[in-house]
């Protein structure tokens, strides 16, 4: 029997257990989307949104947060400076809708520069210090994503739970713009999230996520934030520590309205794959093996077979069958995390739908640029982030190398 007869075998069953893990993913999202809500009391809830910059549809963004439809919240906007334009923005909203929002509180923070963290993990700090007692949950956004106005209703229903301390969803990339480059970063970041669903591997997403003071201050959540650039990583790695799960909210995922470039995309991509090395190698390793198991699959597949048809080896067709399984596999992936947000995000289906074409039509494609880009970040631990260069040296200590 041919060496590679019993690779066949292994590549084709790696194949299909993926595929099953993600239809799971794909049929867990949609059920707890499609669940109704019953009434239930709404805790007292700060929000805290750290800016930087002008972000694409930034007004639009800072708005979706005063429109919760929730009764009991406070809203904190945190900024380093006020000669960052993100501030003025921010208040020019805050005079228009702030008579109008549920909010009972809502205040434009000036945190200053951070010395020994990342910006926006300062920024989150210097908000959680104006939290009153009292407050139940702890929910943060992000400036360049648009939230529903259930959003913070829905985050904080999981956490009702015991054990259930991290609530999460995550973003969507909506292109603005429909060049090359914006739908690859819409059609990779779609197949991160593909793989977020009812498993303990979740980890947040910190621009929409939230836990319980409770269970923020047990875990002395603020402590390790103190020389992290991750808040993310590091809020989830302590909370699994101490045997807390992190529910993903399929409902919160929010869509981002970003154009980029290649050189832009490629910045982004190895700085948020060096992050998950550096903070959860674990997961680096899990995405590093399926995405080469998904390019080797396929075109080594391709190669096998016609190897195996030159030489007129037995077992022809089991050698065919994977670059097909792989392939086929990879297009209804696509299909389905398409298929998902179409009905999460339906709204805006009409600007999604050429990015979901392209993630159909490109997913081989798709598949080699984000090997390079993981295996890009297995190099280095600089990175630049939001204009400001950090190096990381290991979970708990980050390094400001220039502003």
């Known amino acids: 029997m041919a060496w590679y007869y019993y690779i066949a075998w292994i590549a084709i069953l790696a194949q299909l257990l993926v595929f099953y893990y993600v239809i799971r993913n794909y049929r867990y999202a949609l059920s707890r989307y499609a669940r109704k809500r019953q009434p239930a009391p709404e805790p007292g809830a700060a929000m805290i949104i750290p800016c930087k910059g002008l972000d694409s549809r930034f007004q639009t963004n800072i708005a979706s947060y005063f429109k919760q439809d929730y009764g009991n919240y406070r809203l904190f906007f945190v900024v380093e400076d006020k000669t960052d334009p993100a501030y003025a923005k921010i208040c020019e909203v805050k005079d228009t809708l702030g008579h109008e929002s549920k909010a009972v509180d809502v205040q434009v923070l000036i945190a ?86 009812n498993s303990r591997f979740n980890h947040a997403w910190g621009g929409s996520m939230a836990i319980r003071t409770e269970d923020f201050r047990r875990l002395q959540i603020a402590q ?40 832009a995309l490629y910045e982004f991509a190895r700085r948020q794959f060096l992050i998950t090395r550096v903070y959860v190698p674990g997961t680096w390793w899990a995405g590093f093996l399926l995405s080469f198991g998904s390019v080797v699959g396929f075109w080594g597949g391709l190669a096998m077979a016609g190897y195996a048809a030159a030489t007129h080896a037995e077992h022809i067709v089991l050698y065919a069958a994977v670059p097909a399984i792989f392939f086929a596999t990879q ?9 998902m947000v179409m009905q999460i995000l339906g709204e805006y289906g009409p600007q999604l739908l050429r990015a ?24 280095g631990r600089t990175i630049r982030w939001r204009g400001i260069r950090y190096r990381l040296d290991s979970p708990t200590q980050t390094a400001i190398l220039s502003n």
């Open 112 to 197: 200053g520069p951070s010395a020994s963290c990342s910006q926006k993990t300062h920024n989150l700090l210097y908000g959680l210090d104006h939290v009153p007692d009292g407050t139940e949950i702890l929910a943060f956004g992000d400036s360049d994503v648009c939230v529903h106005a259930d959003w913070l209703s829905r985050l904080a229903w999981p956490l009702r739970q015991s054990g259930r301390s991290v609530a999460t969803g995550y973003r969507w990339f909506v292109p603005t713009k429909n060049n090359l480059a914006s739908l690859a970063m819409s059609a990779m970041n779609a197949g991160v999230a593909q793989f977020l669903g």
């Open 224 to 263: 390790a934030w103190q020389h992290t650039l991750s808040d993310d990583f590091s809020l989830s790695y302590t909370a699994k520590r101490a045997g807390m799960r992190v529910v993903f909210v399929p409902a919160c995922i929010v869509p981002s309205f970003e154009d980029t470039t290649w050189p």
């Open 356 to 379: 979901a074409v392209a993630d159909v039509l490109g997913c081989w494609l798709w598949s080699i640029l984000l090997f390079v880009y993981i295996l890009s970040s297995a190099f």
């Open 331 to 339: 297009v209804l992936r696509a299909v389905l995390r398409q298929s």
